[in-house]
């Protein structure tokens, strides 16, 4: 509290954007005006932290269904600006996000992330989680 108005504590934030889903009276707003690459920069590193001792011991799955143009987390999400790809599973993280992102790309004739979000680097996270040695880029599709 500052000034009797709730208020976030930036000494021990760790900018995971959850205060204003979880206050019933939206009192706290996230300040989203932060440089776009280093809150892409964030999520890599918070998923890397995630995960970074489980080598070999963790399995990837993602749903490419309904993808929208802003995070699916929260109800102003907007409508899917690709179709549905189908579901997608890998041992490493970082190949994982390339294929989704190479099928619906490829499924859709055009690069839609760059299309609904032109001032950001769709592939920004990817490339930086590669950086950090959290996966490789390269794939192999396997259809069942």
């Not at 939206?26 to 690459?37: F, H, L, S």
């Not at 929208?68 to 994982?96: E, F, H, M, Q, Y």
């Not at 099928?103 to 490339?127: Q, S």
Request: net charge negative.
């Amino acid at each position: 509290m500052v000034d009797k108005k709730a208020s976030i504590d930036h000494d021990i934030c760790y900018g995971c954007g959850e205060c204003p889903t979880v206050c019933p009276v939206r009192a706290i707003n996230v300040q989203w005006d932060t440089d776009e690459d280093i809150f892409i920069e964030k999520m890599a590193e918070f998923a890397y932290g995630a995960v970074e001792n489980k080598q070999n011991k963790v399995g990837y799955i993602t749903f490419v269904m309904n993808v929208t143009p802003l995070c699916d987390c929260v109800p102003w999400s907007g409508r899917p600006i690709a179709n549905d790809i189908g579901i997608l599973a890998s041992k490493d993280p970082v190949a994982l996000e390339q294929a989704c992102y190479d099928l619906v790309c490829k499924e859709m004739g055009h690069d839609v992330f760059k299309h609904a979000h032109p001032k950001i680097n769709a592939t920004r996270v990817i490339d930086y989680a590669y950086e950090m040695g959290m996966g490789n880029k390269d794939y192999e599709l396997i259809k069942l």
